[in-house]
């Protein structure tokens, strides 16, 4: 029926003006009328001014989304822990949180109630884009419940000034001294690479970056340029001849990410958009995403500095969502002394417990080098503690096999007790005669460096005893993972069940008897845990390990054969006494624990169990 334009420029704030507008239409030439308006200009308030930035930011991520890679960089950060923080509660504490913000993207932490030292330990994954700021602002909050929360303190993170593809341990101030939060940072993700860090060539060749060990690193495959001086100098690096250099530098490993097939569709359409991630302890780097498929082809090439070769290599595959956190698509385990250098291999995922199989496979290809006597020295030393586990939940299932555990281990002794008492009360004869003379030949002419002698028969009798059952330990591993798996459906069966089951009126008492059935489980796991360490090292499940050991008691057996006892006691006494004032930072341990702790118990040796199936998963 006709349109009109004003022009807004000469109108004032809050002042009333009447226009009188003339309809007009191109196509048509008679008068169509005008109209009678009265306009004012007024100000947008500050709620309506954030309401229309945000209409305009969800319209900018809309059209992000549409983009192929709509992100530079994925921030990933690990929230380990706040020191220090300001009481703000009658009670003379806090419960803290934290919020994190990088351009349009924020997240916010759980709540530690009463502390002002809390201990976080989650994982966030933000994005940078070329055309947002790359400053990170970390504040921290009191929780209060019914009144609005309390600002406790913050603090600023320039990530342009951190090295991309490296961990970074940061401990940051907050302003004004309000306290301090640690946390793992690392910049990854990138689709594309200008440089070429150190990596190995496509015919195994390595260029490493001399004199920044430690730094993990990132490329893509096709940057290769082999050089063999450059190899030769990591061998050399490496070598028996430098190994009372950098003791913490172990070695260096290279992981090529090929591809992945089969993948689980997580999004509507039956496709996913997959990205993968590579953890080495607080080592965490990861891939860019493909989007809109389930055989991603990354093409990525890792490098990870080996600070402890008992080190677990987790690779994961997610799916990633704009509008919530990544949803899990699998998982593969892989210890790094199992690792065969340049082998390319399809690796079936598993679930986040690595119990189970789920759909799809990834093809690596992986190498290390590493100096074994740093190695060996760095086993009797405490083990780095990973910061972001999952976090253990009291389970009947859990609990009742923790429990079955330990029976095993209890009954082994009960049936050795059994064993001596029969020698004690000539159930056979045979048995309780020759028990007999070796007890007196034992006792008689016995020497403290025998003992060592003794454990070193043991280690020789199952080595023997692994090499004729070696074809025999697949079949057992079958049994266990079909056992494994069917605890597993138990497992989730009762979740479902108790899930039903659970209301509001008595969930707190519900949850305080899973606190203590939690800790009873957990106790029982570290008992299992141990035992079965013990078990497995003497079992030769680890050769490295046992080799070690066995190494291990030689020499002891040799200087127990040379030394008398009270010398070597007064040497560890005043070693323990004095390696505070030699080295105030030191933490302290124990050697044997520190060695048990690198060997795995069952239920990890299940975790870490590669699965297969009747085609052969060697690639060329």
Request: overall charge negative; hydrophobic content about 40%.
């Amino acid at each position: 029926m006709g349109q009109a334009y004003i022009d807004l420029a000469p109108l004032l704030i809050d002042r009333k003006e009447e226009f009188k507008v003339d309809l007009e239409d191109p196509h048509v030439a008679e008068d169509l009328g005008y109209l009678l308006l009265d306009l004012t200009l007024v100000p947008k308030t500050s709620d309506e001014k954030e309401e229309y930035l945000a209409k305009r930011n969800r319209l900018v991520e809309t059209q992000r989304s549409m983009k192929a890679q709509i992100w530079s960089s994925v921030v990933s950060l690990v929230l380990i822990e706040g020191k220090g923080l300001l009481p703000m509660d009658d009670n003379g504490l806090s419960d803290p949180y934290c919020k994190f913000r990088l351009g349009n993207e924020k997240y916010k932490s759980k709540v530690a109630a009463k502390t002002l030292n809390p201990r976080w330990l989650e994982q966030f994954d933000l994005h940078m884009y070329d055309d947002q700021t790359s400053v990170l602002e970390i504040s921290v909050w009191d929780k209060d419940v019914g009144s609005k929360d309390d600002f406790m303190g913050r603090c600023q993170v320039d990530l342009s000034e951190l090295k991309r593809e490296e961990t970074h341990h940061i401990e940051k101030e907050l302003e004004d001294g309000a306290g301090s939060v640690s946390f793992l940072l690392t910049i990854t993700g990138h689709a594309s690479h200008a440089h070429s860090p150190p990596c190995w060539g496509a015919d195994g060749f390595l260029i490493p970056q001399i004199g920044s060990a430690g730094n993990e690193t990132i490329t893509d495959l096709a940057n290769y340029m082999p050089d063999p001086r450059e190899r030769l100098e990591v061998q050399r690096r490496f070598s028996l001849l430098r190994s009372l250099r950098n003791l913490n530098d172990v070695g260096l490993l290279q992981v090529k990410v090929i591809k992945a097939t089969g993948l689980l569709a997580a999004d509507f359409g039956g496709k996913s958009d997959p990205f993968c991630v590579l953890e080495l302890t607080n080592a965490r780097l990861q891939t860019q995403t493909i989007y809109k498929t389930l055989n991603p082809e990354w093409g990525k090439v890792f490098t990870f500095q080996v600070k402890d070769i008992h080190s677990i290599l987790e690779v994961s595959c997610y799916d990633e969502d704009r509008n919530k956190s990544a949803e899990f698509l699998g998982k593969v385990a892989i210890p790094l002394l199992r690792i065969k250098n340049g082998e390319r291999k399809a690796f079936f995922l598993k679930d986040k417990k690595l119990r189970r199989r789920t759909k799809g496979s990834i093809v690596l290809e992986m190498e290390v080098i590493y100096n074994s006597i740093k190695a060996s020295w760095r086993t009797f030393n405490p083990k780095e503690v990973k910061y972001l586990q999952m976090e253990q939940k009291f389970k009947r299932q859990v609990l009742v096999r923790n429990l079955q555990r330990v029976s095993r281990l209890v009954m082994a002794v009960v049936n050795t007790g059994r064993f001596v008492k029969s020698c004690f009360e000539w159930e056979s004869k045979t048995r309780s005669i020759t028990a007999f003379i070796m007890y007196v030949l034992m006792v008689w002419n016995f020497e403290l460096y025998m003992l060592p002698l003794v454990l070193l028969s043991i280690f020789f009798k199952y080595y023997i005893v692994r090499s004729v059952m070696e074809g025999r330990t697949d079949q057992q591993e079958v049994r266990t993972d079909e056992e494994a798996e069917e605890e597993e459906q138990d497992e989730d069966e009762d979740d479902e069940e108790r899930g039903k089951e659970k209301s509001k009126s008595f969930k707190e008492k519900l949850q305080a008897i899973q606190d203590v059935c939690q800790t009873v489980q957990n106790g029982l796991d570290e008992v299992a845990s141990l035992g079965e360490s013990v078990k497995n090292a003497f079992n030769w499940t680890v050769p490295f390990l046992s080799w070690l050991a066995v190494i291990t008691l030689a020499i002891a057996t040799v200087v127990l054969y040379f030394i008398p006892l009270r010398y070597l006691v007064l040497v560890w006494g005043i070693n323990k006494f004095t390696k505070k004032l030699r080295n105030p930072n030191a933490i302290p341990n124990n050697e044997l624990l520190d060695f048990l702790s690198r060997v795995p118990s069952d239920e990890e040796l299940i975790e870490y169990k590669e699965l297969k199936s009747e085609e052969t998963q060697q690639l060329s």
